[in-house]
T-cell receptor, first 115, second 114 residues
Framework: GNSVTQMEGPVTLSEEAFLTINCTYT??????LFWYVQYPGEGLQLLLK?????DKGSNKGFEATYRKETTSFHLEKGSVQVSDSAVYFC??????????????FGQGTILTVHP | NAGVTQTPKFRILKIGQSMTLQCTQD?????MYWYRQDPGMGLKLIYY???????DKGEVPNGYNVSRSTTEDFPLRLELAAPSQTSVYFC?????????????FGPGTRLTVT
């Protein structure tokens, strides 16, 4: 079956530091990959996505590249802000006809950014 | 601009009680999903629906039931609450393949069973 593994957390950074959150996956097919973000007390929001190998998803200064050869989708941001403090989830969904977008999530990484 | 709404926000149940978690979306999405989020864990899929009248089990369906009588609503029913069902429950919806199945999530229901 499918699985997603995220780097162990939590992650604590100072403002303007560089962020990397590692994500690797196992999938039987050729999945679509996502990063979702959950701010305190809220539901999840899609941060970025990539649907094929070498695609780069980007949004709000965050980037992630779909690496099929290493089955990875690492999240990066060059300069984090206090407002980026949240829980980040890596997820995948199969692209087969009967997958219906069902998501498999990693365990989440808590990011705290200090001024 | 409501998106996906869930009620209630919080609930405490006694063991053996029943309740329904409500989920409504106003985006005319065919696909809807229920997930649970346990502390320190990712979300796990409970049930999903691909349209009105069509539902199917996800990864962790035991102890739950769903129905989908309209496109907008997708309630989740707990019949005999157990402490193992203490969790945060999220409902989500998706337009489908045209949007790469991007999912929109509600704010969640925090359920405690004691």
């Amino acid at each position: 079956g499918n699985s997603v593994t995220q780097m162990e957390g939590p992650v604590t950074l100072s403002e303007e530091a560089f962020l990397t959150i590692n994500c690797t996956y196992t999938a039987t097919g050729y999945p679509s990959l996502f990063w979702y973000v959950q701010y305190p007390g809220e539901g999840l929001q899609l941060l970025l996505k990539a649907t094929k190998a070498d695609d780069k998803g980007s949004n709000k200064g965050f980037e992630a590249t779909y690496r099929k050869e290493t089955t990875s989708f690492h999240l990066e941001k060059g300069s984090v802000q206090v407002s980026d403090s949240a829980v980040y989830f890596c997820a995948l969904s199969d692209r087969g006809g009967t997958s219906y977008g069902k998501l498999t999530f990693g365990q989440g990484t808590i990011l705290t950014v200090h001024p | 601009n409501a998106g996906v709404t869930q009620t209630p926000k919080f609930r405490i149940l006694k063991i053996g009680q029943s309740m329904t978690l409500q989920c409504t979306q106003d985006m005319n999405h065919n696909y809807m999903y229920w997930y649970r989020q346990d502390p320190g864990m990712g979300l796990k899929l409970i049930y999903y629906s691909v349209g009105a009248g069509i539902t199917d089990k996800g990864e962790v369906p035991n102890g739950y039931n769903v129905s989908r009588s309209t496109t907008e609503d997708f309630p989740l029913r707990l019949e005999l609450a157990a402490p193992s069902q203490t969790s945060v429950y999220f409902c989500a919806s998706s337009q489908g393949v045209g949007s790469s199945y991007e999912q929109y999530f509600g704010p969640g229901t925090r359920l405690t069973v004691t």
